[in-house]
DNA sequence: ATGCGTTATGATGAAAAATTCATATCGAAT
DNA sequence: ATTCGATATGAATTTTTCATCATAACGCAT
């Protein structure tokens, strides 16, 4: 048996934290861009890295400032280069957690998923 | 320390199978509606169930036949009762691999950011 | 042949989300 | 005080998504 209709079935998933009563606190997309922050020091920077728009970043950036109880960003504006944005230590630490729960996720996910798979392909057709 | 900052923090999470290029084929919302089907053993039926309307279900379920290769759903029209949808036996063993795979995850997923949320807490703060 | 309940579809409109455009504010350096 | 580049926001516009309404087609029983 070659081929199944199962072959080219992929798994995808995302995973978001959110409050007591689901509310989304941070997922994805904002952790994307708060490594960007990370990289680049600015957000104009980490918005044209991403190719995502200025406006669009900041809205989501001030929905995670107002509902997580903590700040993960330090902004400044002014000065002679116009102004930066860093992660605060706690920033870096959420976003490195999230990078380490994502990077054992991706293996079980996949590991299992191919399990699924087989059991799919094997007992039946 | 009896409270942290990451205390209330929850994690969510939803999985989809897509095909070679990441257009979703299956998800969360047409596996309950799916589920439903074969429970009820109408469409109609499983969207009342369900508190959602037939015209967008009817459009979903058009999508997954339309992406997936091979049916289903085992629709009927006319009779006297009008009519009936069922799943296939393919359809059938589909859901119960998504239902098997999401019994495993949620264990998984919730052990790992057990640990994840404890590590937060412990090294900081 | 007609009545019934279900599947099948088009058309319209409302609501929400995303994008674009414009503009204000800030502060170090000159 | 003026310049400069980045942050901060409002407002309008477009796009996308979702909900509603109306209506056709179907086929078994009577």
Same mark, same amino acid.
């Given at each position: +048996?070659?081929? #199944?209709?199962?072959?080219?079935?992929?798994?995808?998933?995302?995973?978001?934290? %959110?409050?007591?009563?689901?509310? /989304? &606190?941070? /997922?994805?997309?904002?952790?994307?861009?708060?490594?960007?922050?990370?990289?680049?020091? #600015?957000? %104009?920077?980490?918005?044209?890295?991403?190719?995502?728009?200025?406006?669009?970043?900041?809205?989501?950036?001030? #929905?995670?400032?107002?509902?997580?109880?903590?700040? &993960?960003?330090?902004?400044?504006?002014?000065?002679?280069?116009?102004?930066? %944005? #860093?992660?605060?230590?706690?920033?870096?630490? &959420?976003?490195?957690?999230?990078?380490?729960?994502?990077?054992?996720?991706? %293996?079980? +996910?996949?590991?299992?998923?191919?399990?699924?798979?087989?059991?799919?392909?094997?007992?039946?057709?």
């Amino acid at each position: +048996m070659a081929t #199944s209709k199962y072959e080219n079935l992929r798994l995808q998933y995302k995973i978001w934290f %959110t409050d007591e009563t689901g509310n /989304g &606190l941070l /997922g994805d997309g904002k952790w994307k861009i708060l490594k960007a922050i990370d990289e680049e020091g #600015s957000l %104009t920077a980490a918005c044209e890295k991403l190719g995502i728009t200025y406006r669009r970043t900041w809205n989501d950036l001030k #929905s995670i400032e107002k509902r997580l109880g903590f700040a &993960l960003l330090e902004k400044n504006r002014g000065g002679v280069d116009g102004g930066s %944005t #860093s992660l605060t230590v706690e920033g870096q630490r &959420l976003i490195r957690a999230f990078d380490i729960f994502h990077e054992q996720m991706d %293996t079980i +996910m996949q590991d299992h998923f191919r399990l699924l798979i087989n059991e799919l392909t094997s007992n039946g057709e």
